[in-house]
């Protein structure tokens, strides 16, 4: 099995930053690719960004790209999302993801091949 913990999500205004932390624990060898899905109300749940573990190939979706950064610790098992320049419509809870089986840009487009999933952080942006 595998474990999925976020942190570091919480209010900040327009304009601002956040970083969020994902630790991995269990069959973490396993993993293929993690990374980033968020789901604000009314909205699709949405791939933000992906990174793969063989290779380190990155996604960005084009909402995010340019302002986000996806980034991983290997010692520590633990991928970390850079996010400036938040805008109120990055208010979202934010779910780590990964899979055993994709790679990030194939995990990114389909939420359905994700096999494990955090808890869920919230990012609100607001003044």
């Known amino acids: 099995q595998l474990q999925l913990v976020e942190s570091g999500g919480g209010l900040v205004q327009p304009g601002g930053s956040l970083r969020l932390s994902c630790a991995a624990s269990?069959?973490?060898?396993?993993?293929?690719?993690i990374g980033w899905f968020r789901k604000a109300p009314g909205k699709e749940r949405e791939g933000v960004s992906c990174?793969?573990?063989?290779?380190?190939?990155?996604n960005y979706a084009d909402s995010v790209k340019g302002r986000f950064t996806i980034s991983r610790d290997n010692a520590k098992n633990t991928v970390y999302l850079q996010m400036n320049s938040l805008k109120p419509d990055d208010t979202a809870i934010y779910y780590c993801a990964a899979t055993t089986s994709f790679i990030a840009q194939a995990m990114c487009a389909r939420p359905a091949v994700v096999g494990y999933w955090g808890q869920g952080t919230q990012v609100t942006v607001s003044s």
């Open positions: 990174i793969s573990t063989s290779g380190g190939s990155t």
């Open positions: 269990g069959f973490t060898l396993s993993i293929t690719a």
